[in-house]
């Protein structure tokens, strides 16, 4: 335990979503590999608005996804959901 009696935790941990890294996995998969800035404007194109930093936030688990979100992801990535959150389709 650290002063305050908090105890720290491992990024695992801390993680806020399940899918950040198959996100990650997916964009760098993606055919001619897709850049987050480019991530982020297929999903504007779906009217989803996240910038580059925010999907680097989520690549690292550190922002929650929200469930209109992941399928935006899923459709810009042309991948299932349900590989996005680890369930074999």
């Given at each position: 335990?650290?002063?305050?009696?908090?105890?720290?935790?491992?990024?695992r941990?801390l993680?806020k979503?399940?899918?950040?890294?198959?996100?990650?996995?997916a964009?760098?998969?993606?055919?001619?590999?897709?850049?987050?800035?480019?991530?982020?404007?297929?999903?504007?194109?779906?009217n989803?608005?996240?910038?580059?930093?925010?999907i680097t936030?989520?690549?690292?688990?550190?922002?929650?996804?929200?469930?209109?979100?992941?399928?935006a992801?899923a459709?810009?990535?042309?991948v299932?959901?349900?590989w996005?959150?680890?369930?074999?389709?």
């Amino acid at each position: 335990m650290s002063s305050g009696g908090i105890r720290k935790k491992n990024a695992r941990t801390l993680a806020k979503n399940l899918v950040g890294s198959r996100i990650r996995l997916a964009r760098q998969n993606f055919p001619g590999c897709l850049t987050q800035d480019q991530l982020s404007g297929r999903l504007a194109a779906h009217n989803i608005l996240i910038d580059r930093p925010a999907i680097t936030k989520i690549e690292l688990g550190l922002r929650h996804v929200y469930d209109f979100e992941l399928v935006a992801f899923a459709v810009a990535l042309k991948v299932d959901v349900r590989w996005l959150l680890g369930i074999d389709p």
